[in-house]
Each structure stands twice: as C-alpha cells, then as structure tokens.
C-alpha cells in the first residue's frame, strides 16, 4: 500500500528565511508520481509540481524548488527568501501508475507553514 | 471556464438526513474524485470515477455513495449522515487518472 508522511506538522520562519518541507513516500510501484499542493487560508488546494519516478532531476520554479531523491524515497520542497504570501499547508502527495491504486492519489498529512514578517 | 464547482458551498445538516453534495466540471476531464479533509488527516479518498460510467472505492468509502452518469458530474451522497462525515468535502478531476488533479473550492458539512 502506498503512503505518504510528512513529518514536519508545522514550520514557523521569519520572512526572507530558507525553509524545507520534507516528504517521504512508500510504494512497491516502480512508476509512481509524486505531487505537491499548496492549501492557502482561503482553502482552495492549487497544484505545484508533478514528477514521474523515472525523472530524478532537480527541478527550479522561481524560489520554489523540489528535490526527489529515489534512494531515500524522499521529494522535498524548498522554498527560497520566503514570504508572507507563502504561509499555508502544503501537501505531499504519490500516486501509483498501476494496480489497484492506479491514480488513486496518497496525501501526506500537510505541513502547516507560518512566515511571519 | 469555472473549472469544478461544488455545491453547496456549505451545509448543516441533522443526523440520520440522506444528503447529495454536486460537483461539476466543464474541463472534460476522463477522471474525478471524492475527498474528505479533517484536520490533522490530510486528504483521504473517498471514491473515484477513471471515466464515465464506472466508479471505485477509495480509502473510506463507508456510508457513501457515487454515480457517474455523464463526463462533468460526479455527485457524491450521503445516504443516512452520522456526525462522524462532518468535514471538508472536495472534489477533483484529471485528464487521465495519474495526471495532476485539479480541485473544486470544497463543501463544509456538519452533521449535528
């Protein structure tokens, strides 16, 4: 069975801080994907990034940046200079390309994040 | 282009009710999803629909039901509500099942 934990439940930084969200997934898939979602207070769930288990590069989006690591099972999320705009919950998510979990999307608990000025 | 909409946006309502949520999708996704939110749990699965016409269970599928009769629509009841569905309700779709899910604005129900 696939799972998703996310062990920070909240992250409390001052503005302009560097901060890591950390995610580590299990799964008996060879192909799998993995995702991640912001939760802002107003409650909508926006999509940030989605990675194929066979695409290992680093990817760089402005002060976002994500890195998946097969070796540890692990796709964590860094955000650079952070911002006030950037206070949510941020969700780490896996889905398996087959068997019975096929689409079927695994969230992580979600991490609360609080930047303050 | 709305995207999903979900219906209502909230809802109290008395144990024992038998209660439908909507979700609707102009995006002619092939597949749509259920998901509760409760704090703390993150977003668990409810049921899914991989195209129209079929549907399957999700994590907990327990005292819910789906049909997918056409692409857009995807409603979800509640036959007989206990306070225990009290929760944030959340419906999604993708093009193709692995692809990236796209998220309505979600339903708040209580159950009293």
């Known amino acids: 069975a696939q799972k998703v934990t996310q062990a920070q439940t909240e992250i409390s930084v001052v503005e302009k801080e560097d901060v890591t969200l950390d995610c580590v997934y299990e799964?008996?898939?060879?192909?799998?994907?993995l995702f991640w979602y912001k939760q802002p207070p107003s409650g909508e769930l926006v999509f940030l990034i989605r990675?194929?288990?066979?695409?290992?590069q680093n990817e760089i989006s402005g002060r976002y940046s994500w890195n998946f690591q097969k070796s540890t099972s692990s796709f964590n999320f860094t955000i650079t200079a952070s911002q006030v705009v950037d206070s949510a919950v941020y969700f780490c998510?896996?889905?398996?390309?087959?068997?019975?979990?096929?689409?079927?999307?695994?969230f992580g608990q979600g991490t609360i994040l609080t930047v303050h000025p | 282009i709305a995207g999903i909409t979900q219906a209502p946006t909230s809802q109290i309502l008395a144990a024992g009710r038998r209660m439908t949520l909507r979700c609707t999708q102009d995006?002619?996704?092939?597949?749509m999803y259920w998901y509760r939110q409760d704090l703390g749990l993150g977003l668990r699965l409810i049921h899914y629909?991989?195209?129209?016409?079929?549907?399957g269970k999700g994590e907990v599928p327990d005292g819910y039901s789906v049909s997918r009769a056409n692409t857009d629509d995807f409603p979800l009841t509640l036959a007989s509500a206990v306070p225990s569905q009290t929760s944030v309700y959340f419906c999604?779709?993708?093009?193709?099942?692995?692809?990236?899910?796209?998220f309505g604005p979600g339903t708040r129900l209580t159950v009293l």
């Open positions: 999604a779709s993708s093009e193709v099942p692995y692809n990236e899910q796209f």
């Open positions: 799964t008996r898939d060879t192909t799998y994907y």
């Open positions: 990675r194929n288990s066979f695409d290992e």
């Open positions: 998510a896996l889905s398996e390309a087959g068997g019975t979990s096929y689409g079927k999307l695994t």
């Open positions: 995006m002619r996704h092939n597949a």
């Open positions: 629909s991989n195209t129209a016409g079929t549907t």
